[in-house]
C-alpha cells in the first residue's frame, strides 16, 4: 500500500520560511517522479512544484520560483519543499504527488497518481 505522509506545514508571516517533508513508503521511490501540488480555498488544485527520479531536473510554477526549492533524497525516500519569503497567497493545503506527467514546462496528474493527505501551510500578512 502506497503511503505519502507530509510534515512542516504550519502558520507563518509573510517574509517566513517553512520546509515540507513528504515520506512514501510501499513503492518503488526512486521510479517515481516526486512533485507538490496546493489547493487554496475556493480554488483548483495547483501544481507547484516536481522533481524527476534521479533528482536532476526540477519543475516549479512561476509563482514560486526563485522562492521554493524542491529535493529528494532517495536513501530517505523524502521529498522536501524549502518554501523561502513566503507570501499570503501561498496560503493552501500542500499535498505530496508520486507518479504523474512530467515535461519540462508542466506537470499533471494522472488517473492512479499517489496522494498524501495534504498538510495546511497558512501565512499572514
Known amino acids: 500500500q502506497v503511503q505519502l505522509v507530509e510534515s512542516g506545514g504550519g502558520l507563518a508571516q509573510a517574509g517566513d520560511s517553512l520546509r515540507l517533508a513528504c515520506a512514501a513508503s510501499?513503492?518503488?521511490?526512486?521510479?517515481?517522479?516526486m512533485g507538490w501540488f496546493r489547493q487554496a480555498p475556493g480554488k483548483e488544485r495547483e501544481s507547484v512544484a516536481a522533481?524527476?527520479?534521479?533528482?536532476?531536473?526540477?519543475y516549479y510554477t512561476d509563482s514560486v520560483k526563485d522562492r521554493f526549492t524542491i529535493s529528494r533524497d532517495n536513501a530517505k525516500k523524502t521529498v522536501y519543499l524549502q518554501m523561502n519569503n513566503l507570501k499570503p497567497e501561498d496560503t493552501a493545503v500542500y499535498f505530496c504527488?508520486?507518479?504523474?506527467?512530467?515535461?519540462?514546462?508542466?506537470?499533471?496528474?494522472?488517473?492512479?497518481?499517489?496522494w498524501g493527505q495534504g498538510t495546511q501551510v497558512t501565512v499572514s500578512s
Open positions: 510501499g513503492l518503488s521511490f526512486s521510479t517515481y517522479n
Open positions: 504527488a508520486a507518479g504523474f506527467l512530467f515535461t519540462p514546462t508542466s506537470i499533471k496528474p494522472y488517473h492512479d497518481t499517489h
Open positions: 522533481v524527476s527520479m534521479s533528482g536532476t531536473s526540477t
